[in-house]
């Protein structure tokens, strides 16, 4: 399974453009990228997915280089309520799903 | 839209207990649901797979004898933890894939919030 990195944590304040970065070297051939948050006490909740290039959804978008080796989840003008855990996820197929498989994730402090 | 509802939301037993958990798909069918456990500030963790009309599948580490599943319908998966004791306390996330495709999101419900005192 290719694993994935992200940094621990984030701050930032209102009304500013968020970038989380998440590395997967070993990504496979197969393998979407697929992003989610979680607020305390309650399940994930799906944000965004893609295999390259850029997605765009109404409420993020996402990066990825050619080498697909890393990705970025871009959170544009972040509000209070973005402050939440974002989990990147990386598919491997074999199941028949996108991965399974949870890091650590991004503690997102969002701040007036 | 499509959504994954999980009830109860929250529950409190005494040890040796059984507690039952349950979680539905709403408004689609889910032939396969996943079940996950969180520790307090920690990631989730796969606990097993739900597989409607068969025996689930688990994760290594996970005691099948104490967390039992059952999925009898295209909408319904149960999780029981039986004989609970306060090591068990903690946050059950059931969820399920958007669509039937290959890397398919997955549509995940609230939680329930497990203690065992």
């Known amino acids: 399974l290719a694993k994935t990195t992200q940094p621990i944590s984030m701050d930032s304040y209102e009304g500013q453009e968020v970038n989380i970065t998440c590395s997967h070297n070993?990504?496979?051939?197969?393998?979407?990228i697929t992003w989610y948050q979680q607020f305390p006490s309650q399940g994930p909740r799906f944000i965004i997915q893609?295999?390259?290039t850029k997605v765009t959804n109404e409420v993020a978008s996402l990066f990825i280089p050619a080498d697909r080796k890393s990705s970025t989840l871009s959170l544009p003008r972040v509000s209070l309520s973005d402050t939440a855990v974002y989990y990147c996820l990386v598919g491997d197929g074999l199941r028949g799903y996108s991965t399974l498989t949870f890091g650590k994730g991004t503690m997102l402090l969002v701040s007036p | 839209g499509a959504v994954v509802s999980q009830h109860p939301s929250w529950v409190i037993c005494k040890s040796g207990t059984s507690v039952k958990i349950e979680c539905r798909s709403l408004d689609f069918q889910a032939t396969t649901m996943f079940w996950y456990r969180q520790f307090p500030k920690q990631s989730l963790m796969l606990m097993a797979t739900s597989n409607e009309g068969s025996k689930a599948t688990y994760e290594q580490g996970v005691e099948k004898d104490k967390f039992l599943i059952n999925h009898a319908s295209l909408t319904l998966s149960t999780l029981t933890v039986t004989s609970a004791h306060p090591e068990d306390s903690s946050f059950y996330i059931c969820?399920?894939?958007?669509?039937?495709?290959?890397?398919?999101?997955?549509?995940f419900g609230n939680g329930t919030r497990l203690t065992v005192t």
């Open positions: 969820s399920a894939p958007m669509d039937r495709v290959n890397n398919s999101p997955l549509h």
């Open positions: 070993n990504i496979a051939t197969n393998d979407y």
């Open positions: 893609g295999y390259k």
